[in-house]
Structure formats: C-alpha cells, structure tokens
C-alpha cells in the first residue's frame, strides 16, 4: 500500500473542511483512508453489507470483479488449470510463494502424517444422529481441535504455524470423510499413508473395510482443480469471520471453526447445494428453465437463480468459466449425458440474454457448475459444502495468519447507527398493563 501524497478525498461537513488521506493498492485500488474520521468528525460511516468498506489490506488474493480476474498471490487463477495439486496452491497462499521442491516434500509428508484422529476425537462422533448436517460437524469438529490440541493454541513463530496448518489442512479432509459415513452409519475408514491428499480423502469417503476404492485419475484431476478453485477468495463472508473471530485472538481452529459456519449458508458456500436441487425440480418437470428464470426476476417469489450473481464479480466470475469447460469436458467421460448440464447450459443461455441479468450483471459464479461436477464424481449433495471448505481452508488459514502477523490491525469492531427507544424508565411488573 502507498499513501498518495498529492491526491487526498475532502469531505464537508457543515463549515468545516477534512482532507482524509488516499491510498493505493498495489493494482491501483484506491481507498479514502477514514480511520481518523470519527476522532475528527464525529461522524463514522454506515454501509451495511460492507459493499464499500474495505476491512483490512491483503497481500493473498487479487479480484477485479468488473473485468473477471482473479488471482493468487499474483498468478492468474486460469494458470492453476494445468498441473498444480492443490498442496502446492495451499503453501503459495498461506506463505506466499510457490514451494520449492523441498519445502512441498516435506509438507505434503506433514499431510500424510497428521491425517488421523484422536481416537477420543473419534468417539465425538457417536454424539451426534444420523441425521446431523456434515456442516455442522465439520465446524464443531475443528473447534474440538483446539481441545486435542492446547500446545497450538498460541503459536510462538513460523514453524509452529506451520505445523498447526499442515495439522488442520489435513484433519479437515478426515472430519469430512467421517461426517459423511456417519449420516450413512457406514464405518470410518482410517487414512492410508500411501496416497496423497485427494484420493486420500476419496479412499476414507468410499473404501469398505472389505474393499478399497480406487480414485480414478478423472476423478482426482477434477476434485483437485475445484479444491483449488475454492482455495481463497478475498474478503469474502467467511473469510472475514475467520479474520474477526482470529483479531480477537481466538486460536486458529476456533476461528476457521467460525468461517465453516458462515460458509454454510445458501448466499455463500451452500449455494451449491441449491442450485442442484434447481435442477432437480426443474429436471423432475416442476418446472422449464424459462417458467425458473421467471420466476427468480419475481421480487414477491424469493427465489433467486442459485450459482448466479456475486457481490463482487460484475462479469463473469473466471471460476465458473473454469467449471463449466471441465464439466462440458468431463461428464460425458464420468456419467454419460448428464440431463442437469443441459438445463444448467439452458438458464445460462436464458439468463445471459434478459435485461434483468443484463441490468444487474448478474452472471453464473463457481457454485453454478461445480455441484453437477461434484455429482458426477459421486459426492453426495449433503456434502458439496463440505468439499467447499475443505477448499476454502488454505485461503482461511493464510487470512487468520495475515492478520495476527500485521501489528497494526486492531480487534474488529464495527460501530452502528442505533435506531431504538430514546431514553425511557424500567416499569416494575405489577404496573404493566
Ligand atoms: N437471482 C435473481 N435476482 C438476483 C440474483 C439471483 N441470483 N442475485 C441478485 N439478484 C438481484 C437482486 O434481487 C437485486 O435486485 P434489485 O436491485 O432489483 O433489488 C440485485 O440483483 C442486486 O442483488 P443483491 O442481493 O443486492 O446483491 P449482493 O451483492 O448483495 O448479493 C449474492 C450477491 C448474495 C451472491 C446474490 O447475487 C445471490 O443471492 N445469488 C444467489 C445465491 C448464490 O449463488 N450465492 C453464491 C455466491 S458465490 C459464493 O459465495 C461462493
């Protein structure tokens, strides 16, 4: 960030004149800097949603939503279609750069070696009913993790750090699988030390005592790309919660914890789960794709065409184009003719060409394709937000570090406007009418 000496924002407020510093990003995003508008002024400022407030300065992940770019700590995401595994995306976001050879042996050895639970962490399972949601789980699960784990609560310096990450990275991939076979009262399949992160995580979804299951190489390709699609995603809604939970100085599986349950809602990651079950009904004759988009431009409806629209992406989000060439590419391989992909192709086409979409530059965002991919490869659908997280927590872990390592940044506290009762007196109970 630099500060621009030259240019500075002036706000007047009645007779009175404030210069309030402006600053740069990197790639020329510019803020009006109003940390000392309220001592000043006395005003603050209000902006629900937080459309344009910026909470923090980051050095991870870059979006220009208006031209569709995003990027991880500087490489275009388009780059990481090819050969990356989604170890080496987790150790550029959350150290910076591209490990060295070395550095992702060691690593992904760390994976392998922290896959399994505690046996007493195990038994936390049996608590829970069949029918508990995998999400629910999973956050509870990784706060657990700080009970099996004090000596990480305050990590003193980088390999401490290092080690919880690589602890939670690879336990997250554990929780879910045993999530998933608890709702089907399957037993859990302990991690195997020969594969790595993806099949790894596939083999204790679907192996049988009796019998291991073999990832096809179609399936991990497609698993691994969309871990990394998921992989960060500036401030998002979950990504902030991790960082305002963390500038509390809650630990790190408390705060990553936190970030599961605010992905899992369906505005953000469960999302994909909705827009499966849109093309379900839809496929299930309810309804055409032309009587759906209607219905989502109904404002007394409430229902919205899930997978489209994003808070920042005014263009098309470049992980939905990502999604929707391995979907064109892969289906036909994993499932035949998927009849989804042909009704998902089909609200695109309307969508992208009524006005209303058009207005809004509303157009389809990563949940819209990755939920047929993750059918395809035999995730079940209670489980796409899962996988989600499990994706997501790279970029989490990197934004919980990158504030407890900035010493400027405070705890968060946002102030509000207050619109209740002015000034009024408690009435004792007797004298309520
Ligand atoms: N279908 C129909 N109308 C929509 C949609 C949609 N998917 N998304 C936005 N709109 C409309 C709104 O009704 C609003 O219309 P108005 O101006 O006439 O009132 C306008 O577009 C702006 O919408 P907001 O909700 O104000 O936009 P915001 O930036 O707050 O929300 C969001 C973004 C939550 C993603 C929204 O587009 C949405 O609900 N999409 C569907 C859910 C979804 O796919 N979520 C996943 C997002 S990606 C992610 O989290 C990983």
């Known amino acids: 960030m630099s500060e621009s000496k030259a240019e500075q924002a002036t ?12 600053v740069e990003g990197s790639e020329h995003e510019r803020a009006i800097d109003i940390r000392t508008l309220r001592d000043r002024t006395g005003y603050i400022t209000l902006d629900p949603g937080y459309g344009n407030s910026g909470s923090c300065e980051s050095a991870i992940t870059f979006i220009d939503g208006e031209q569709g770019i995003l990027r991880y700590r500087g490489i275009p995401i388009e780059q990481f279609a090819g050969s990356p595994t989604f170890t080496d995306v987790a150790w550029l976001l959350i150290f910076g750069e591209l490990p060295t050879p070395a550095e992702y042996e060691e690593f992904s050895a760390d994976l392998t070696r922290f896959a399994n639970l505690d046996e007493g962490m195990k038994h936390q399972f ?4 069949r029918t508990a949601p995998p999400m629910a789980i999973l956050s509870a699960m990784i706060n657990a993790l700080s009970c099996f784990h004090p000596e990480l609560h305050e990590l003193e310096d980088l390999t401490q750090f290092r080690h919880a990450a690589a602890r939670l990275i690879s336990k997250i991939r554990t929780i879910a699988a045993y999530a998933f076979r608890k709702s089907r009262g399957l037993p859990y399949i302990y991690p195997d030390p020969s594969l790595k992160y993806v099949p790894n995580f596939m083999h204790m979804m679907f192996s049988q005592p009796y019998k291991q299951y073999i990832c096809p190489q179609l399936v991990r390709e497609a698993l691994n790309l969309i871990l990394i699609l998921h992989a960060d995603h500036e401030q998002n809604c979950s990504t902030s919660t991790v960082r305002m939970v963390g500038s509390s100085g809650a630990n790190l599986f408390a705060s ?4 599961v349950c605010a992905l899992w809602g369906p505005l953000h990651g469960g999302a994909n789960v909705e827009v499966l079950t849109m093309l379900e009904q839809i496929h299930a004759g309810n309804m055409t794709p032309e009587e759906y988009v209607k219905l989502a431009k109904d404002k007394d409806s409430k229902v919205r065409l899930m997978g489209f629209g994003h808070r920042v992406y005014k263009n098309f989000d470049p992980r939905a184009r990502m999604l929707a060439s391995v979907a064109e ?6 499932s035949g003719d998927d009849p989804l992909l042909e009704i998902a192709r089909r609200l695109e086409e309307i969508a992208l060409s009524d006005p209303y979409f058009i207005e809004r530059k509303l157009y389809p965002n990563v949940d819209f394709y990755s939920g047929i991919i993750l059918r395809a490869i ?22 919980w570090w990158e ?15 207050y619109v ?3 000034l009024r007196d408690y009435v004792p109970k007797e004298r309520r009418g």
Request: aromatic share 8%; with cysteine; glycine share 10%.
């Open 329 to 334: 590419r892969l289906l036909p391989q994993l």
């Open 256 to 259: 990553c914890a936190a970030g």
């Open 403 to 417: 504030h407890d390592q900035t010493q400027r940044n405070k705890i968060a506290r946002p102030r509000q406007i």
């Open 126 to 129: 049996e608590g829970f009913p």
């Open 420 to 422: 209740g009762e002015t």
């Open 378 to 399: 035999g995730i079940p659908t209670n489980m796409f937000t899962v996988i989600f997280a499990i994706g997501r927590l790279p970029g989490w872990i990197a934004h």
């Open 11 to 22: 706000l007047i407020l009645g007779d009175s004149q404030y210069q309030l510093p402006i």
